[in-house]
């Protein structure tokens, strides 16, 4: 079954700490990753997508990597901010996937505190 | 340059009763997507509209749930005898593009719908 696994569930650091988000994910016939963050009670805000060719992007604070073969992602958020504190899911697009359905992770919930 | 609008933010309804969900994608994006996120279940594919072809409707967890998509923009996602177990947060996402792997699929999402069936 083609699964995605977010590991821990929920994290607190102190500000300014690094965060480290790990996602896997049980097949690597992928098309891309996409790394989201929710914030309570609203939607899905995109903020990093990987096509499957490619190693690691980065958006400011963010760097996302990833690694096809061992079926892994990492998202780095450096010198983490209060306002940092949200969900963040990691989801994939799988080859055989209707169109660009997302599976997703179960998320890691972040708090950090100041 | 609206983002994904959806409507309304929360619903609260009766067991057995109808509901009608709306989304609005980004004007010009082909394809577009219905999720639901329930307590306990994380983030779920419902039914998926790509152009004017056949939805794949593999998702939906019963023959109470139906969507349509009309003049390939708006979508309405009904659910039909609520039950309690409907009760999530309904979320839409529209991309550019749906062939797989097409480089232009971020997918971009709106804010949701709070479904509360009593």
């Known amino acids: 079954k083609q699964e995605v696994t977010q590991i821990p569930a929920a994290l607190s650091v102190p500000e300014g700490e690094n965060l480290v988000l790990n996602c896997s994910f049980t097949d690597s016939a992928i098309y891309n990753l996409q790394w989201f963050r929710q914030d309570p009670g609203k939607g899905l805000t995109s903020l990093l997508l990987?096509?499957?060719?490619?190693r690691e992007q980065t958006s400011g604070r963010l760097n996302a990597s990833l690694d096809k073969s061992s079926g892994r992602s990492t998202l780095y958020i450096a010198a983490s901010q209060p306002g940092d504190s949200a969900t963040y899911l990691c989801a994939v697009v799988y080859v055989g996937a209707a169109g660009n359905k997302l599976t997703f992770g179960g998320g890691t919930r972040v708090l950090v505190k100041p | 340059g609206a983002g994904v609008s959806q409507s309304p933010s929360n619903k609260v309804t009766e067991k057995g009763k109808d509901v009608e969900l709306r989304c609005d994608p980004i004007?010009?994006?082909?394809?577009l997507y219905w999720y639901r996120q329930s307590l306990g279940q994380g983030l779920e594919f419902l039914i998926y509209?790509?152009?004017?072809?056949?939805?794949?409707k593999s998702g939906l967890p019963s023959d109470r749930f139906s969507a349509e998509r009309t003049g390939g923009s708006v979508s309405t996602l009904t659910i039909q005898r609520t039950q309690q177990e409907d009760s999530a947060v309904y979320l839409c996402a529209s991309t550019p593009g749906g062939l797989a792997g097409s480089t232009y699929n971020e997918q971009f999402f709106g804010p949701g719908t709070r479904l509360t069936v009593l």
């Open positions: 990987i096509q499957s060719s490619q």
């Open positions: 004007s010009g994006h082909t394809a």
């Open positions: 509209f790509q152009g004017n072809s056949a939805p794949d």
